[in-house]
């Protein structure tokens, strides 16, 4: 998707951050009801449950058409780690996985795995090693390396399974690691899952924008979004995939947002507090400039009831929203065509 089709029906993003094991799958299977295009995960608010990617990978098996993505630490995570368990994701969800990368300073996971606080824009580097890193190893089995041969009793044809060979470069900034592969799982559904991070991470000297597929962004006020897309685009080029982000707090139960939104966490993006008449005509607007939009809610039941019941509806009606992708990838929800895979092609690109 570019901005040639910005103008297009666009998709709907919800993050589920507020849903654990106990109602998860009430919550995705809502939204997915409801026809959000996407459900997102992070490791925001409760530290002692499982992760995100546990969380998405619970959710892909119980779901059809809703893409599951979780949010990804790629500074002290073990990239191979990242790779597998995202294939593995791939294949519970049927090819509905995506990953968003992450990179925050956080001096309480750099003593955990006992390194230095990584900060600055080594953050954005240490990110796009883990990124080229899971790329490689996605391309690392061909899509037919599994052939299952009873007759000669060989599973697996050696001849299509291929080294990764990465080193960090010689300026990285982290203790440097090299990666041999291949991966310890078959290449994804999708050959290569697509890859979303916030849009403060890429660019020149940070992570390269054709290592991403989607960017995410951010501005501090509802007002500010539509211009911060627009300059996103203008900065970093017509092949990314631009999702906006935006805070949700409703008048719901009659009780009014604005009274709600006092107890809502300050986190720096841009915070919608009113009716859902009102979201209503500032998604319609937004969705004419990004491509997708990623809604936060306050509270996960209040908004979500308030969302599937009165905002989607009508963004649907006016035409704003694309219809529930039926049998479809996460690739294909983005436009994203069929992934090369680098190994197995002289193709130019970059096997995105």
Do not use: C
Not at 232 to 258: F, I, K, P, Q, T
């Amino acid at each position: 998707m570019s901005s040639s089709n910005h103008n297009k029906a666009g998709f709907l993003a919800i993050e589920l951050d507020g849903a654990g094991y106990e109602n998860l799958a009430t919550a995705v299977l809502t939204a997915e009801s409801a026809g959000f295009h996407v459900a997102t995960f992070t490791d925001g608010r409760v530290p002692s449950r499982a992760n995100a990617l546990q969380r998405a990978a619970f959710a892909g098996p119980v779901t059809r058409t809703i893409a599951v993505v979780p949010e990804v630490d790629t500074v002290y995570t073990e990239p191979f780690h990242i790779s597998t368990q995202l294939a593995s994701l791939d294949y519970v969800s049927g090819g509905r996985a995506g990953w968003i990368v992450t990179a925050a300073e956080s001096p309480e996971a750099a003593a955990a795995v006992g390194r230095s606080s990584v900060i600055g824009d080594a953050l954005a580097q240490e990110a796009a090693a883990s990124i080229e890193v899971g790329r490689r190893l996605w391309d690392s089995w061909e899509d037919d390396a599994v052939i299952r041969d009873v007759a000669t009793g060989r599973y697996i044809d050696v001849d299509k399974l291929h080294y990764v060979d990465f080193e960090t470069p010689s300026d990285f900034p982290g203790p440097g690691y090299s990666v041999k592969g291949p991966s310890i799982i078959p290449r994804p559904l999708q050959g290569q899952l697509p890859v979303l991070a916030a849009a403060s991470l890429v660019g020149d000297g940070l992570v390269p924008v054709d290592a991403v597929d989607a960017v995410l962004v951010s501005a501090p006020t509802p007002e500010l979004l539509a211009a911060e897309v627009r300059d996103v685009r203008a900065r970093l080029g017509v092949s990314v995939v631009v999702v906006a982000e935006l805070d949700v707090v409703l008048d719901s139960r009659g009780e009014a947002a604005v009274s709600r939104s006092l107890s809502a966490q300050e986190n720096g993006r841009a915070r919608f507090v009113g009716s859902p008449a009102d979201l209503t005509e500032l998604l319609d607007s937004l969705l004419k400039e990004a491509d997708g939009i990623r809604l936060h809610p306050a509270a996960l039941d209040v908004e979500l009831d308030e969302l599937s019941r009165v905002v989607l509806p009508e963004l649907r009606r006016r035409g704003s929203l694309r219809a529930p992708l039926q049998d479809g990838t996460f690739r294909d929800l983005l436009g994203l065509g069929p992934a090369e895979n680098r190994y197995a092609t002289t193709a130019s690109g970059s096997g995105k």
